[in-house]
């Protein structure tokens, strides 16, 4: 199932929380000189914060507002060229994004690469095709190749007057502080979890509880939600993999050893990366719940159980049990042996009953 894009109200912009940030390049674009070039607008601006918090989205649609035909100060979002740099067809328009050594996109492991400096340079000096402006977005320079990065930095040291680049990355200590002292940098801040269930329910008409849920579990990564939203089996799964750790809690040895070949057998990275990260949610909740801040649990659907688990079991064994799945996720990434790693996440798991072993 596809994902349609969020439905906004006229004149908004097509972004949901940082406030705040969104009056600031409102601003930026309201005033225009006799060139027609807004006289705020800054040759770069360094998008920070967490994965998945809408850094691009957001980018993308100040590109759309600094190149809209008929809006000033917000993106209409329908005419001919905010629809075209929403599917990366603008002529003024680039996205740029890390790749894999294939040149596919990829923003766990790629990196902006050397090839597409050569792009960069040679674009940013070309004169706009349509308007006065032409705006380069830049994804995760965090992973840009220290080539890359110098080009950056070269574009920014003598910004060709119709240039705009809009870079986005997690952190800003993994930004050359030369290119960050040269953008305006907005520092967004993860969601807060009322924004996350409204945008769910107003932007992509999730139902009541669904928002409620997944705003609970995204943690303020509204792009999170947005992505199980477009699996419908996400909610299902997550049921599965709970069911299969109470299951397991009560099984002996034997059967969890089945459970890790059987799981390790199957290669199912995607399948393997999603119960570990519900398994650990599951624990978290626990932990919280034996510390008092059971309000603030992830699971909100399973509390009766949560607060069981919290009487059963003692929050050492929890607290060594997250940092075994943690440690054990790290190794996975890297792809040890995947049997081993499994085996070691399914004899560690506390038993519910017994000190089973
Ligand atoms: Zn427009």
């Known amino acids: 199932m596809e994902v349609k894009p969020p439905t906004h109200a006229p004149g908004a912009w097509p972004v949901f929380g940082h406030a705040w940030a969104v009056q600031l390049l409102q601003q930026a674009l309201t005033n225009t000189g006799a060139d027609g070039r807004p006289v705020h607008l800054s040759h770069a601006y360094l998008f920070l914060g967490p994965p998945q918090i809408g850094k691009t989205t957001f980018a993308r649609a100040f590109a759309q507002a600094i190149l809209c035909e008929t809006a000033v100060g917000h993106p209409c979002g329908t005419c001919r060229a905010c629809q075209l740099v929403a599917r990366n067809n603008h002529p003024d328009f680039r996205l740029l994004q890390p790749l894999d050594k294939d040149g596919n996109p990829d923003r766990d492991k790629g990196e902006l690469r050397t090839e597409q400096a050569a792009d960069l340079i040679r674009e940013v000096a070309l004169r706009p095709v349509e308007g006065r402006l032409r705006v380069f977005l830049i994804q995760d320079v965090h992973a840009a190749n220290p080539y890359f990065a110098n080009k950056i930095l070269k574009t920014l040291e003598e910004p060709p007057e119709h240039a705009v680049l809009l870079l986005t990355a997690q952190h800003r200590s993994a930004v050359l ?69 109470w299951r397991l809690m009560d099984a002996d040895r034997v059967e969890r050893l089945a459970y890790a070949n059987n799981l390790a057998a199957g290669r199912n990275s995607r399948q393997l990366f999603g119960l570990i990260e519900v398994w650990m949610t599951w624990w978290r909740d626990v932990l ?41 996720e790290g190794y996975l990434r890297h792809t040890v042996n995947v049997r081993l790693a499994l085996d070691v996440v399914l004899l560690r798991l506390p038993a519910l009953a017994s000190a089973r072993d």
């Open 177 to 245: 502080p030369t290119i960050v002292s040269r953008c305006q940098v907005l520092e967004l801040r993860s969601l807060d979890e009322k924004t996350v269930a409204e945008a769910l329910s107003t932007g992509w008409q999730a139902s009541g509880s669904q928002a409620q849920l997944l705003a609970r579990l995204a943690n303020g990564k509204l792009g999170w939600a947005v992505g199980q939203l477009a699996r419908p089996d996400a909610l299902s799964q997550r049921q599965e993999h709970l069911e299969t750790l």
């Open 288 to 328: 919280l719940a034996q510390s008092g801040g059971g309000d603030a649990c992830s699971n909100i659907d399973h509390e009766d159980r949560i607060a069981a688990h919290a009487r059963a079991i003692d929050s050492e064994t929890v607290r060594e049990y997250v940092k075994t799945l943690t440690r054990i």
